[in-house]
């Protein structure tokens, strides 16, 4: 059963860029399918604004163009997609000129939720949340959304926090991971602090590690420029995978609360030891099934940037010390899979004579391509053949609970806007946050750059360097199969 959909307040929501590739891909589909649901009522207004100069109902074409592309035909409605398209605007605005504020302000209404989505490139973002002010067109109860790359460093992070904090106050301002915005990953915040079953033994003692992958069979081609300037660590680790390591390991907040959440994943972020060089293995990819490789993608024949990382990290703290967690992503790998496994530590002592079929208990919360969460377990192998193991996953995933209604469930943008809406920033990333992430990576790139590492080349549609493998085979562990 999925839970009943709870309108949200009226709202104006602006998208600067929301012309761009996200918001079509995304944003704008995302509110079409809350729409459709009954999340988004009938007073509320979208406001595309962008440098293009379009009218309303040329945006409002181009977002049904949109809608068709994105949104599965069996969620296009073209009554409720025409009801939808009524709702929308369009602004020209240039966000480093003075023009089309004024229309902005204008088209604001009070006691409307007024919400603010930054969908540019992030050079824009103090020049937009400069003139939101100057023009009077956010209050002070106003929100604003700020997509990555928030920073390439600590001293770029903290100019951007600082830039924005001279506008809005850090209640106002929504920084997106679109990674929290998972089902699967709210769920795991669930099973974690709403059974008793696991925390018990949510620790060193007895996990035995824990895996973070985020593997893509996708490589660069088409965004190569961009992508070299950031490379997987920066792209990838610091933001996406650092959340989620911070799931898995903070302490029990003391309450489901924005800030108590924040909290204590900021006091896993500074637990973080520095990484050591030997805990780190990049990749490139290698040309490879009639494809080029990232050299030839990134157009950067010298390129030292890397598309697939894999490190060690340790969290020191009395929970975890001893528990390391893997963390590796990639691109132009074998499978796309994005999964969190924890593996669990043997039982202390084996009563069975028949061991051979006994396996680690994991938790595996996959969040691509299927979202699910399954527990693998130790039973006895069905029939007459005596007292034989062997390991069955008992599925804790919503889908096979829900059905068909699992389609309902929003996906990670449309749900992290709702929450934009409603004001609840749990699941949004805070300034100290990010600066603590940041704080951590920087030194494990300035290492690797002051060195002058290359990345060791992988082929194309395999699990990654050999180097990885070894990584943790020396620890008498081994990857997960990438499927
Ligand atoms: P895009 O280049 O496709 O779109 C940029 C948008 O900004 C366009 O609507 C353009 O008209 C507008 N714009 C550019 N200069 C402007 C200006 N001076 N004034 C007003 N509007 C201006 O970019 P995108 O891929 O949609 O990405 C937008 C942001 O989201 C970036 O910060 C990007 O890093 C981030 N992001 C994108 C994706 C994605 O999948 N595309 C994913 C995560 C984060």
């Not at 009524?86 to 007024?114: F, N, Q, S």
């Not at 907040?253 to 800030?259: A, E, I, L, Q, T």
Request: charge should be negative; hydrophobic fraction near 40%.
């Amino acid at each position: 059963m999925v839970s009943r959909v709870i309108p949200v307040e009226v709202f104006d929501l602006v998208i600067f860029g929301g012309t761009g590739d996200l918001a079509r891909r995304k944003i704008l589909p995302g509110l079409y399918r809350r729409f459709l649901s009954g999340q988004m009522t009938g007073g509320s207004r979208i406001i595309g604004a962008a440098r293009a100069d379009l009218t309303d109902e040329a945006f409002r074409q181009s977002v049904a163009e949109a809608i068709d592309e994105f949104v599965p035909e069996e969620r296009r409605d073209p009554k409720v997609i025409a009801d939808f398209l009524a709702h929308l605007h369009y602004v020209t605005i240039d966000a480093k000129g003075e023009g089309g504020w004024d229309v902005l302000k204008a088209m604001m209404r009070p006691g409307v939720v007024r919400a603010f989505y930054f969908s540019v490139a992030p050079a824009l973002f103090g020049d937009i949340a400069l003139r939101l002010k100057s023009h009077g067109v956010a209050d002070s109860e106003a929100r604003i959304v700020v997509e990555k790359p928030f920073g390439r460093d600590l001293a770029s992070a903290r100019t951007l926090n600082a830039t924005l904090a001279q506008h809005f106050d850090e209640r106002q301002i929504y920084r997106i991971d679109h990674y929290l915005g998972k089902e699967t990953v709210q769920n795991l915040m669930a099973v974690r602090f709403a059974n008793i079953l696991f925390e018990p033994i949510w620790k060193a003692q007895y996990i035995d590690h824990v895996q973070i992958t985020v593997a893509e069979t996708v490589g660069v081609e088409g965004r190569g420029a961009y992508y070299d300037k950031s490379g997987a660590m920066r792209d990838m680790v610091q933001n996406h995978m650092m959340q989620l390591l911070c799931l898995i390991a903070m302490e029990p907040p003391y309450h489901f609360d924005p800030n108590a959440v924040r909290d204590e994943k900021l006091k896993v972020i500074r637990a973080l030891d520095a990484v050591r060089p030997e805990d780190i293995v990049r990749g490139q990819y290698l040309p490879g099934g009639g494809e080029g490789g990232y050299v030839e993608h990134s157009e950067n024949p010298q390129s030292k940037t890397e598309s697939y990382i894999a490190l060690k990290v340790n969290v020191s703290n009395w929970r975890w010390k001893g528990t390391p967690f893997y963390l590796r992503t990639g691109k132009r790998l074998r499978a796309r899979a994005s999964e969190i496994a924890i593996t669990f530590k043997e039982p202390p002592h084996s009563i069975f004579d028949d061991a051979r079929g006994w396996r680690e208990n994991v938790l595996v919360i996959r969040l691509q391509p299927d979202e699910g969460m399954n527990l693998m377990v130790m039973i006895k192998e069905p029939g007459p053949g005596g007292m034989r193991l062997m390991q069955v996953p008992l599925d804790m995933s919503f889908a096979g609970v829900l059905g068909a209604e699992a389609e309902d469930i929003p996906d990670a943008y449309e749900r992290l806007i709702m929450d934009v809406i409603r004001g609840n920033q749990t699941l949004f990333m805070r300034g100290d946050e990010v600066e603590a992430a940041w704080a951590w990576t920087d030194p494990i790139i300035n290492g690797w750059e002051a060195r002058g590492d290359r990345p060791q080349g992988y082929d194309a549609g395999s699990s990654g360097p050999e180097d990885a493998l070894m990584l943790m085979h020396r620890d008498g562990r081994r990857w997960r199969e990438i499927r």
